[in-house]
């Protein structure tokens, strides 16, 4: 059997705050766009209320949230293991966390040999 590697966890702490945004507001999705100031910082929308395009990625899913970045973006990290992470400060202007005193951000580490030798294999989903 072929051992399988994600590109994307959360942790415990991330964990938490994913589950008290999903009892408030239902499905949700994280985006990562990689503009400058918010959208350089994973944000968290409604499913319902974001809209996907062409360029966009599916990075993976994570603790049951489909996390999606800008195919630009993703050419920068596309060689790292993504781990989404909740500290306390204030979320992105627009995101769901914004007002819950933590804020969600990305941890990563480059892919050791055997996780890219898997992943090149298995490309991200282009959106649209």
């Known amino acids: 059997m072929e051992k399988t590697f994600t590109r994307i966890d959360t942790t415990e702490t991330a964990n938490t705050l994913i589950d008290s945004l999903k009892e408030k507001y239902g ?19 409604p499913k319902s209320e974001f809209y996907l395009g062409g360029s966009d990625v599916e990075v993976g ?8 970045m800008g195919a630009s ?22 995101s769901l966390e914004n007002g819950t005193g933590m804020r969600f951000i990305i ?5 050791s040999d055997e996780e890219w030798a898997y992943l090149s294999q298995h490309p991200v989903k282009h959106c649209g």
Do not use: K
């Open 107 to 111: 941890r990563s580490r480059l892919y």
């Open 27 to 45: 499905e949700i999705i994280f985006h990562q766009s990689g503009g400058c100031c918010d959208g350089s910082a994973p944000m968290c929308y």
């Open 61 to 68: 899913m994570t603790h049951g949230v489909h996390f999606y």
């Open 73 to 94: 973006q993703f050419s920068y990290w596309e060689h790292t293991h993504l781990t989404l992470d909740a500290i306390p400060g204030n979320g992105g202007q627009f």
